[in-house]
C-alpha cells in the first residue's frame, strides 16, 4: 500500500472550503432580481389623448424599463384594442426602449381598452392597459359643451331655440321656411371652426316635408331651409324643427314650433269601378255582382291628397230603382272615399257624380267629376232569345269519320242585349261527338261536332244545347218584374222540346218543364230519353205553372229563381249513296236504285214531256251538302232546271225538268242521263231511254 504524504492532505481540504463558501455566494444573488416596467399612451400629433375621431390615425407608443430604469432594446410587445383596427398586433423596442404601433378608428364608434402585454422567461408577464374612446368623423371636440341657440336682435343669445324667417312661425301649405341657428361657446363666443349642425321635424321624418338636413356653420352659423310638401292636410297642422349639435360626445339641440296652414281644394279624380259591369237586381250570383264599388280621390291644389274632405255622390239616371249608398262622405288619409252602386230592375248604363266645396279665406271653392259608365245588364239569359245554329247541317258523315261541323250558340237577356262574357252553354248529341260545354264571348260561343259512332239509323241526330236561364215572361208594366199583373202561364211543347219558339203574347209567361234531349222528335218526352233533373225528383218534371226568373212579385213566383233554357237542332249524318225516284206528273217512272235502260215515255212530234227527280240518301234524307246533280239528254232539246247544288239543309231536295221534241224534228230514240255526285266523289246515275215521233 502507498502512502500519501500530509502536506497533500492539508493542501486539498483547503481547496474544498474555498469553493464551498462561493457557492453560497451565488444563490443569495439569484433571488434578488426585480421586473421590468411597462408603461403605454395615444399620441394624435404628438400629443396625449384618450378620444380620437373616426377618420383620425394616432400612434399607441409603450416603453419598456429595466427595474434601474434603463431601457429594455429589441424586446416583444404585444398589442389588442377593442376598437377600432391596429396597424400590426406586435412591435420592437428601439434603442429608447420604446415600441410605437398605428390604432385607426373604424366604422364601430364608442370606448375600449388598449392593451400592451410583455413576456420574460425569468421574469414573467408585464402588460399594461388603458381606457380610449372613438367617436364620429364629423363630431366636433372643443375643451368644452357647445352651446346652440340664436342671436336676436339686441345681440341677447337665445340658448334652445331656432330663429325663423316669419315672425308669426306660420308657413303657408307647400311654403317654405329660413331656420338660422349660432353656436357659442360657454363664454357666448361664437365657435369659428365649421360645425355639423342636424336639422329635422315630424313632418320631415315622414317624408311630408323637406329640409336641409346638415349644414355646416360658417362662423358660428347655420342656416337651413324647411318645405312643406303635403304635411298641411286639410285643416293644417303643427310641426316641431330641431337642430342639434354633438361635441365631445354630447348632443345639444334648439327647437321651434310651426304652424302650416291647410291646403286649398284642387280637384277630384275618378280612380275606379269595380266591377264595371253588374248584373240586374235579383239576378247576381258567383262571380256576378249586382253592385259596384267607385272610388274617387281629392287632390290638394298643390297636387297632394286630401284627408277628411267631404264628399257628395249623386246618379245621373235612377232608372229600374238604381241606389247609390252612401250619399255623401269623408276622404280617407289618401284622399280616397268610396261609394257602391246597387243594380235596379232595368238594364242602363250610369255615370257617378262626385263634388266637393271648401270655404277658403271667405270664398266657396267647388270642384267635381263623373265616372265613366258603369254598365247594368241582365246577367241570366232568356228562352226565346237563345238560338242554335251549325256550319253544315247535312255533312257526309254517314260513313265517314271525322267529317265537323261547327256547332253555335247565341244567347241574350230580356232585351235582347247579349249575356255576359263567360256564360256556360253544355251540348249532347245523340250521333258523333261534341264537347260538353263553351263559355260565352259577345253573348255567342261554339263548340266543333265530329262525326263518329254513335250512329243512328234514320241518320237524324239532335243536338241539344242548354244554359242556366229564366222563363220568357211578356211585360206589360214596364218595371221588368214579373208580377200578378203580367198574366199566367202559357204552355208550349215547342219550346220545351228545344225545337220551337213562341210568338209575342200580350201578357203571361212561357211555363217550361225540364230539359230533354228529344230524340225522337215528337214534342213530348218518353221514357228512355235523356233528360236534366234538376229539381233531384228522379223524375222527368213537368211545367209547375210558376214562373221560374228572377225578378218576381206576386203569386207565380217559383222559389226556382232559374230554369235549364234548351234549343235543340238536327244534324243529318247524310250518307253517300243516292237513292232517287223520277215521275212524270203522277206516274212515277222509276223508284229503285238498281239501274238504268228504263223505258221512258214518247214524246209526239211538237210534244213534250214533264218530270220530277227526287233524291235522298239511304235512310231517306237530304244528301249531303256541296252534292252535284246534272241533267243530260242526246235527244230533244232540255228546259227546266237540269243542274244544282245540295244546299245546308236537312230537307230532302228535288228538281224538275221538261224534254221537249221540237215540231218537224227527225224521229228518233234518246238517252236521258241524270247523275248525282257526293263531294267525296261517290257517284250515282239514272240512265232511261226515250222515243221522239214524227
Not at 254598365?375 to 251549325?390: C, H, K, N, R, W
Request: proline share 3%; with cysteine; glycine share 10%.
Amino acid at each position: 500500500m502507498k502512502k500519501i504524504p500530509l502536506t497533500l492532505v492539508l493542501s486539498w481540504l483547503m481547496l474544498l472550503t474555498a469553493c464551498n463558501g462561493s457557492s453560497g455566494d451565488n444563490e443569495d444573488n439569484n433571488t434578488s432580481i426585480s421586473p421590468p416596467s411597462l408603461s403605454s399612451e395615444l399620441l394624435l400629433n404628438g400629443v396625449a389623448v384618450s378620444q380620437f375621431k373616426a377618420d383620425e390615425t394616432v400612434q399607441v407608443t409603450s416603453q419598456l424599463l429595466s427595474a434601474d430604469n434603463q431601457p429594455l432594446v429589441r424586446k416583444i410587445i404585444n398589442y389588442s384594442a377593442e376598437v377600432g383596427t391596429l396597424a400590426a398586433a406586435s412591435a420592437l423596442t428601439d434603442d429608447n426602449g420604446i415600441a410605437t404601433v398605428s390604432l385607426t378608428g373604424n366604422a364601430i364608434l364608442g370606448a375600449g381598452v388598449l392593451t400592451a402585454t410583455y413576456t420574460d422567461a425569468g421574469t414573467g408577464t408585464q402588460s399594461n392597459s388603458l381606457n380610449y374612446e372613438v367617436i364620429a368623423a364629423d363630431s366636433v371636440v372643443t375643451d368644452g359643451a357647445i352651446r346652440i341657440g340664436y342671436f336676436d336682435d339686441t345681440d341677447t343669445f337665445i340658448e334652445g331655440q331656432i330663429k325663423l324667417s316669419l315672425t308669426d312661425n306660420t308657413v303657408s301649405a307647400g311654403g317654405t321656411l329660413g331656420l338660422t341657428v349660432d353656436l357659442v361657446d360657454e363664454d357666448n363666443a361664437l365657435i369659428t371652426e365649421p360645425t355639423p349642425v342636424v336639422f329635422t321635424s315630424s313632418c320631415v321624418e315622414n317624408a311630408k316635408a323637406t329640409i336641409d338636413t346638415t349644414v355646416f356653420t360658417t362662423n358660428g352659423r347655420a342656416n337651413a331651409t324647411f318645405e312643406d310638401v303635403s304635411c298641411a292636410g286639410l285643416t293644417g297642422t303643427d310641426d316641431l324643427v330641431v337642430a342639434s349639435v354633438t361635441s365631445n360626445g354630447t348632443t345639444n339641440t334648439a327647437s321651434q314650433s310651426i304652424h302650416i296652414s291647410g291646403e286649398q281644394l284642387g280637384s277630384i279624380a275618378f280612380i275606379s269601378a269595380e266591377p264595371n259591369s253588374i248584373a240586374l237586381k235579383g239576378s247576381g250570383g258567383v262571380d256576378k255582382q249586382e253592385f259596384s264599388t267607385l272610388t274617387f280621390k281629392v287632390n290638394s291644389a298643390l297636387g297632394n291628397p286630401l284627408a277628411q274632405q267631404e264628399v257628395s255622390f249623386s246618379l245621373n239616371t235612377d232608372v229600374g230603382n238604381i241606389t247609390l249608398t252612401p250619399a255623401s262622405g269623408l276622404t280617407n288619409s289618401q284622399g280616397e272615399i268610396t261609394t257602391q252602386v246597387n243594380a235596379g230592375t232595368v238594364p242602363t248604363s250610369v255615370r257617378v257624380t262626385a263634388k266637393a266645396t271648401m270655404d277658403f279665406q271667405g270664398q266657396e271653392t267647388p270642384v267635381q267629376t263623373q265616372s265613366d259608365l258603369l254598365s247594368v245588364v241582365s246577367d241570366l239569359p232568356e228562352q226565346s232569345s237563345f238560338t242554335i245554329a251549325a256550319s253544315v247541317l247535312n255533312p257526309e258523315a254517314d260513313t265517314t269519320n271525322g267529317v265537323t261541323s261547327t256547332v253555335s250558340v247565341w244567347l241574350a237577356d230580356n232585351f235582347n242585349n247579349p249575356v255576359p262574357d263567360g256564360t256556360t252553354v253544355t251540348f249532347t248529341a245523340e250521333g258523333g261527338h261534341i264537347p260538353g260545354s263553351c263559355n260565352t264571348s259577345n253573348g255567342s260561343c261554339s263548340v266543333e261536332w265530329v262525326s263518329a259512332n254513335d250512329r243512328v239509323d234514320d241518320h237524324r241526330v239532335t243536338i241539344v244545347a242548354t244554359a242556366l236561364g229564366h222563363e220568357t215572361f211578356y211585360e206589360t208594366n214596364g218595371n221588368n218584374t214579373f208580377d200578378d199583373d203580367d198574366g199566367s202561364a202559357i204552355t208550349d211543347s215547342g219550346v220545351d222540346s228545344g225545337f220551337g219558339s213562341h210568338g209575342s203574347e200580350a201578357s203571361g209567361f212561357i211555363d217550361m218543364s225540364e230539359a230533354w234531349r228529344d230524340d225522337n222528335e215528337n214534342g213530348q218526352y218518353d221514357a228512355g230519353e235523356i233528360y236534366y233533373d234538376d229539381d233531384d225528383s228522379d223524375a222527368f218534371s213537368d211545367a209547375d205553372s210558376l214562373y221560374n226568373g228572377p225578378r218576381c212579385e206576386g203569386s207565380s213566383c217559383s222559389e226556382q229563381r232559374s230554369i235549364r233554357l234548351r234549343k235543340a237542332m238536327i244534324l243529318i249524318m247524310s250518307g253517300s249513296d243516292a237513292h232517287y225516284q223520277l215521275t212524270n206528273g203522277a206516274t212515277t217512272l222509276y223508284a229503285d236504285q238498281s239501274g238504268g235502260g228504263i223505258g221512258l215515255p214518247s214524246i209526239s212530234d211538237g210534244g213534250s214531256q214533264s218530270f220530277r227527280f227526287s233524291f235522298t240518301d239511304s235512310a231517306g234524307q237530304a244528301m249531303p251538302m256541296g252534292t252535284t246533280v246534272s241533267v243530260s239528254s242526246s235527244a230533244g232539246e232540255l228546259e227546266g232546271t237540269t243542274s244544282m247544288t245540295m244546299p245546308n239543309t236537312t230537307t230532302p231536295r228535288s228538281l224538275d225538268f221538261v224534254l221537249v221534241n221540237a215540231t218537224g224534228g227527225v224521229a228518233e230514240t234518246g238517252v236521258l242521263t241524270i247523275t248525282v255526285t257526293t263531294p267525296n266523289t261517290t257517284v250515282t246515275s239514272f240512265v232511261g231511254s226515250f222515243n221522239l215521233l214524227n
